[in-house]
């Protein structure tokens, strides 16, 4: 459970980063970049120790499957509620292939 809530905190971080600044288009570019950077600095103090505590548990593949999940969540609570874009059924029906695909990676066969 520790390795999903620091992956979750990392991609909150990872998320405003990367696209937190498209709501201050307006903003001059080095300052979007130096404020990305420092975000992803904080991202980073949290996926790290993520990755070193869930790797005793689970495959570097399955570490990355949940950090993908995990990702695409984030991501579509931030653009419904801080970007104000809708999420569309192939959105979902997109991600929901994606879950399909973490049940075939953490099946065991």
């Known amino acids: 459970m520790t390795t999903i809530i620091l992956l979750t905190i990392s991609n909150i971080f990872m998320t405003f980063a990367w696209y937190g ?6 903003a ?3 300052k979007v970049i130096i404020i990305s950077w420092l975000i992803a600095f904080l991202e980073y ?8 505590i869930g790797s005793y548990e689970f495959s570097v593949a399955q570490l990355k499957t ?3 999940v995990i990702t695409l969540t984030v991501f579509s609570v931030f653009s419904v509620l801080y970007l104000g874009q809708p999420i569309r059924w192939n ?3 997109g991600f929901a292939m994606m879950v399909l695909a973490v049940a075939v990676i953490f099946k065991k066969w």
């Open 91 to 93: 959105y979902v029906v």
């Open 45 to 52: 103090c949290f996926q790290v120790p993520a990755n070193r």
């Open 66 to 68: 949940i950090q993908e």
């Open 21 to 26: 600044h498209l709501k201050y288009r307006h």
């Open 28 to 30: 001059p570019l080095f």
